[in-house]
């Protein structure tokens, strides 16, 4: 009797051990399974099909000897990783959440929500050791978002757990700021929260590098629906009242293939010849911003327009050639 207790106390722990050599990608022979197990070759065929039930598609091969492999399926049930498959995994998850690569960012803080959540703490610190060692997540306009915050936003939403945070407005005023988080939503250069703002009764976006201190509460909630649209538009529009239209006219002494890999994606100028080109477009970006990214194209260039960018940059270029003075 305790013989048969133990094993079947025994058999979650050997079906992850199963499961764990095969996700290596090669086929086994049943005999070498049970020697690894440690069990009969009846016992694998039986833990071969709990498998099957619980979704893992693995194959099975005829011979004298006989091996199975796992192999793709229609649906891709749960992985086991070992320490160091999972501290690869984690920080090139972190690399994708902090580029613009569109369709991944908000795919990698998903996943990344998930994965960190069960990860031992000896192997987050890992983990930051090296992410902080290597590809720190900044943006083109030096604002820096944690893994730590985007994590725990991503937890809230996909929880639908309230969230408390501080938060800096772009005037420098501080508040606090309860609400229900509906959706993470990456611009390409900036994360944005959008939520429910308890405090305010209304539907807010906030700039997640201007989150401080994020906190899951605990409380649930039932999400409320959006006023139209999706969170992408409602960011769109949000953006669109608080920063006014400019109309962008810049000349470059330089090929449009050239510019365009040195600017963000939705500034996209046209060629005029085989050494020039002309950015002609709307955009709802600032001037502060639009000042730097034209500056990093690393080409000589002329604004046309609008003034308000001229006199900025003709500003900028004050301040800066004072200070190369006085260094």
């Known amino acids: 009797m305790a013989s048969m207790l133990k094993g079947m106390t025994d058999t979650p722990v050997r079906l992850l051990n199963l499961l764990s050599l095969l ?20 016992t ?23 091996g199975y492999r796992l192999v793709a399926g229609t649906a891709m049930p749960p992985l086991l990783l070992d320490d160091e498959e999972a501290v690869a995994i984690a920080v ?19 996943a990344l929500a998930k994965l960190e959540q069960v990860l031992p703490a000896r192997l987050r610190h890992r983990v930051s050791t090296l992410q902080n060692a290597t590809l720190p997540l900044t943006r083109g306009d030096g604002a820096t978002v944690t893994p730590a915050t985007l994590t725990t936003l991503a937890g809230t939403v996909t929880g639908r757990e ?10 420098g005023a501080e508040s606090k700021r309860l609400v229900e988080p509906y959706r993470l939503v990456s611009t390409g250069r900036r994360w944005y929260l959008v939520a429910y703002d308890l405090g305010r009764e209304d539907w807010r976006t906030f700039r997640v590098d ?12 039932t999400p409320r629906e959006l006023p139209a649209g999706d969170a992408a538009q409602l960011l769109a529009r949000s953006m669109s009242r608080a920063q006014p239209e400019l109309d962008l006219d ?34 709802t970006d600032s001037v502060e911003w639009l000042a730097l990214r034209l500056a990093l ?14 006199t900025y940059v003709e500003d900028l270029g004050t301040r800066l050639t004072a200070a190369a003075a006085r260094g």
């Open 250 to 283: 810049v000349a470059f002494d330089a090929p449009a293939d050239f510019v365009t890999a040195r600017l963000p994606s939705h500034l996209v100028p046209t060629p005029t010849g085989p050494t020039t080109c002309r950015l002609l477009t709307r955009s």
């Open 210 to 221: 201007r989150v401080t201190d994020p906190l899951a509460t605990g409380a649930r909630f």
């Open 23 to 42: 996700q290596t990608p090669r086929e086994w022979p049943g005999s070498e399974l049970a020697e690894r197990l440690s069990v009969s070759a009846r």
């Open 92 to 110: 090139g998850l972190r690399a994708g959440a902090g580029h613009a690569i569109e369709g991944v960012e908000e795919a990698s803080v998903r």
């Open 162 to 171: 309230k969230l408390r945070f501080g938060y800096r407005a772009g005037d």
């Open 44 to 66: 694998i065929r039986r833990d071969i099909d709990r498998l099957r039930d619980l979704g893992y598609p693995v194959e099975a091969t005829l011979g004298a000897v006989g």
């Open 297 to 310: 194209v690393d080409a000589p260039f002329t604004i046309h327009g609008p003034e308000a960018l001229l």
